[in-house]
Protein backbone atom coordinates (compact mmCIF):
# COMPACT_ATOMS: atom_id res chain seq x y z
CA UNK A 1 0.00 0.00 0.00
CA UNK A 2 1.40 3.29 -1.08
CA UNK A 3 1.27 6.52 1.39
CA UNK A 4 2.94 9.41 1.23
CA UNK A 5 2.84 11.74 3.81
CA UNK A 6 3.26 15.33 3.64
CA UNK A 7 4.87 17.45 6.37
CA UNK A 8 6.19 20.97 7.24
CA UNK A 9 3.83 23.40 6.12
CA UNK A 10 2.92 26.14 8.70
CA UNK A 11 2.76 30.00 7.99
CA UNK A 12 5.34 32.75 7.47
CA UNK A 13 6.11 35.67 6.52
CA UNK A 14 6.30 37.36 2.73
CA UNK A 15 10.46 36.87 1.94
CA UNK A 16 10.31 34.04 4.55
CA UNK A 17 11.37 30.69 4.13
CA UNK A 18 9.82 27.24 5.08
CA UNK A 19 10.84 23.86 3.79
CA UNK A 20 8.41 20.93 2.77
CA UNK A 21 9.14 17.18 2.96
CA UNK A 22 7.31 14.14 1.47
CA UNK A 23 7.88 10.56 2.73
CA UNK A 24 7.03 7.63 0.78
CA UNK A 25 5.98 3.92 1.53
CA UNK A 26 5.13 1.36 -0.21
CA UNK A 27 6.48 3.17 -3.38
CA UNK A 28 9.48 1.91 -4.75
CA UNK A 29 9.84 2.39 -8.82
CA UNK A 30 13.23 2.44 -10.39
CA UNK A 31 11.94 5.06 -12.90
CA UNK A 32 9.22 7.30 -11.01
CA UNK A 33 9.01 11.11 -10.59
CA UNK A 34 7.73 13.06 -7.27
CA UNK A 35 5.58 16.22 -7.69
CA UNK A 36 4.67 19.19 -5.56
CA UNK A 37 1.30 20.51 -6.61
CA UNK A 38 -0.49 23.35 -4.75
CA UNK A 39 -4.19 24.50 -4.90
CA UNK A 40 -6.03 27.45 -3.00
CA UNK A 41 -9.02 28.25 -2.31
CA UNK A 42 -11.44 28.37 -5.28
CA UNK A 43 -8.55 27.49 -7.62
CA UNK A 44 -7.58 24.49 -9.86
CA UNK A 45 -4.83 22.09 -8.37
CA UNK A 46 -1.25 23.29 -10.44
CA UNK A 47 2.48 21.83 -10.38
CA UNK A 48 4.97 23.42 -8.35
CA UNK A 49 8.08 21.14 -9.13
CA UNK A 50 8.85 17.70 -10.37
CA UNK A 51 11.42 15.54 -9.61
CA UNK A 52 12.40 12.63 -11.62
CA UNK A 53 14.13 9.36 -9.50
CA UNK A 54 17.28 9.75 -11.34
CA UNK A 55 17.58 14.12 -9.98
CA UNK A 56 15.92 15.61 -13.57
CA UNK A 57 13.88 18.39 -12.28
CA UNK A 58 11.17 20.94 -13.15
CA UNK A 59 9.74 23.31 -11.94
CA UNK A 60 6.59 26.24 -12.34
CA UNK A 61 7.64 29.62 -13.81
CA UNK A 62 5.85 31.23 -10.96
CA UNK A 63 8.38 29.10 -8.63
CA UNK A 64 11.84 29.16 -10.71
CA UNK A 65 14.71 30.62 -8.55
CA UNK A 66 12.73 30.50 -5.36
CA UNK A 67 11.50 27.10 -4.79
CA UNK A 68 14.03 24.06 -4.62
CA UNK A 69 12.84 20.39 -5.39
CA UNK A 70 15.18 17.43 -3.67
CA UNK A 71 15.24 14.18 -3.16
CA UNK A 72 17.16 11.49 -0.42
CA UNK A 73 16.45 7.93 -2.39
CA UNK A 74 17.66 6.37 0.60
CA UNK A 75 15.02 7.61 2.81
CA UNK A 76 12.34 7.75 0.06
CA UNK A 77 11.83 11.15 0.75
CA UNK A 78 11.11 14.57 -1.67
CA UNK A 79 11.75 17.82 -0.34
CA UNK A 80 10.51 21.35 -1.05
CA UNK A 81 12.40 24.25 0.46
CA UNK A 82 10.45 27.28 -0.56
CA UNK A 83 12.46 31.03 -0.35
CA UNK A 84 11.47 34.51 -0.90
CA UNK A 85 7.97 33.22 0.19
CA UNK A 86 5.22 35.46 -1.46
CA UNK A 87 1.73 36.14 -0.64
CA UNK A 88 0.28 34.13 -3.30
CA UNK A 89 2.29 31.07 -2.08
CA UNK A 90 -0.44 30.50 0.03
CA UNK A 91 -2.17 27.14 -0.84
CA UNK A 92 -2.47 23.48 0.71
CA UNK A 93 0.48 21.51 -1.06
CA UNK A 94 0.48 17.80 -1.97
CA UNK A 95 3.33 15.67 -2.41
CA UNK A 96 2.19 13.27 -5.51
CA UNK A 97 4.02 9.98 -7.28
CA UNK A 98 3.82 9.01 -10.46
CA UNK A 99 5.36 5.70 -11.41
CA UNK A 100 5.66 6.10 -15.16
CA UNK A 101 7.96 8.75 -14.32
CA UNK A 102 6.77 11.48 -16.76
CA UNK A 103 7.44 14.95 -15.65
CA UNK A 104 4.45 16.56 -16.95
CA UNK A 105 2.51 18.98 -14.41
CA UNK A 106 -0.82 17.07 -14.88
CA UNK A 107 -2.39 16.16 -11.96
CA UNK A 108 -4.41 12.98 -13.70
CA UNK A 109 -0.62 11.47 -14.36
CA UNK A 110 0.30 10.75 -10.87
CA UNK A 111 -1.42 7.79 -8.94
CA UNK A 112 -0.83 8.50 -5.13
CA UNK A 113 -1.51 11.51 -3.80
CA UNK A 114 -0.53 12.52 0.06
CA UNK A 115 -3.06 14.45 2.53
CA UNK A 116 -1.54 17.90 1.65
CA UNK A 117 0.08 20.77 3.64
CA UNK A 118 -1.34 24.14 4.63
CA UNK A 119 1.56 26.55 3.48
CA UNK A 120 -0.13 30.27 4.69
CA UNK A 121 2.21 33.67 3.69
CA UNK A 122 1.49 36.74 5.17
CA UNK A 123 2.12 40.08 3.92
Known amino acids: QVQLVESGGGSAQSGGSLRLSCEASGFTYSSSAMGWFRQAPGREREGVALIHRSGFTRYADSVKGRFTVSQDNAKNTVYLQMNSLKPEDTAMYYC?????????????????WGQGTQVTVSS
Open 96 to 112: AADPKGWLVFTPANFDF
